[in-house]
């Protein structure tokens, strides 16, 4: 596998897809934050960097994100609320949601909602959305950038508010938006979800052959992609990460280097070996020069060895 700059992937995709700055990051970040993240002058973390390849349309799925300990430990919390969620185990989750405090806006959603939606409360997941949609009541689809998981809260919010079952034009918009802007993999779930509300509603001709064409579409996306009907509110985590220590450790054995000779004239024996033991976290400084060191270019993500950035277009 091989490094790659994500933020010249972001810069591509944006530019390709006609989407501005300002639509894309709209609701997360500063514009001067996220300039940083193109030029490659700065990395965002893993559940950060999803959010905006999802609102550009990408799959997460062909990416593996090189990790700290620190964001580790948070993807191991978040696991285990969802697999006591998945399995019914509120009490449990709500418990364990309680312990960990968030970091940031995308943290606090999760939180938010889970909690929101565990315990039925509406007002906590109108809460979550607005963090990363402070206009949630007037939304406007082709003016701004909206990720697939927005998307699945915002299904949840409105069908619950009443909103969606009560208004198909709504809806069907959301299913537009599905088709035209996410990955395949994303939109069967999101399909699965829209469909299933749709299905609740009364129709006329026209609404039922709208259906019946993305019910099939559906049918068809699954076959191709070998995926099985699922319930499409099972909270799930990509593990599509590894811990930077880590991979740079099987780096420094494969090209035989020793601790000591990778880091000379770079950092303190003492310093590098915490950092591989992931006692301590590595400035990017100096991990862009260990990198060159392994011979390798320095990037925070892993994509397979045939993969060109042309063709996720």
């Not at 963090?131 to 069908?159: A, G």
């Amino acid at each position: 596998m091989k490094t790659i700059d994500l933020g010249e992937v972001c810069y591509f995709v944006r530019k390709k897809r006609n989407i501005s700055q300002e639509n894309l990051i709209y609701g997360i970040c500063k514009q001067s934050t996220y300039s940083l993240f193109e030029k490659n002058e700065m990395a965002f973390s893993k559940i950060f960097t999803e959010r905006l390849l999802q609102r550009l349309g990408l799959s997460t799925s062909e990416f593996v994100f090189l990790i700290s300990q620190k964001e580790y430990e948070y993807l191991k919390w978040q696991s285990a609320v969802m697999r006591l969620v998945n399995s019914r185990e509120n009490a449990k989750a709500l418990e364990l949601l309680q312990l960990r405090e968030p970091k940031d806006e995308i943290q606090k959603q999760f939180q938010l909602f889970v909690q929101g939606y565990l315990m039925k409360n509406l007002e906590d997941i109108e809460k979550a959305l607005l963090l990363t949609l402070p206009r949630i009541n007037q939304i406007y689809f082709r003016e701004i950038s909206i990720s697939s998981d927005e998307m699945l809260m915002l299904l949840f919010y409105w069908e619950r508010e009443g909103r969606l079952l009560s208004n198909v034009e709504v809806l069907k918009g959301c299913i537009e938006y599905t088709d035209l802007y996410y990955a395949d993999i994303e939109k069967v779930k999101l399909f699965s979800y829209e469909l299933d509300i749709m299905r609740q509603m009364k129709l006329d001709s026209n609404d039922k052959m709208f259906f019946d064409y993305f019910a099939l579409r559906k049918e068809n996306l699954m076959r191709r992609l070998g995926m099985e009907e699922q319930n499409f509110f099972d909270f799930c985590l990509n593990h599509n990460y590894l811990l930077m220590n880590e991979y740079i450790k099987k780096k420094r054995i494969e090209r035989e280097y020793t601790q000591e000779s990778l880091c000379d004239g770079i950092c303190s024996p003492v310093t590098y070996s915490r950092f591989e033991s992931g006692k301590q976290e590595m400035s990017k400084k100096y991990l862009m020069k260990v990198f060159c060191r392994l011979g390798l270019e320095y990037g925070t993500v892993l994509v397979e060895d045939h993969w060109r950035l042309e063709d996720i277009i």
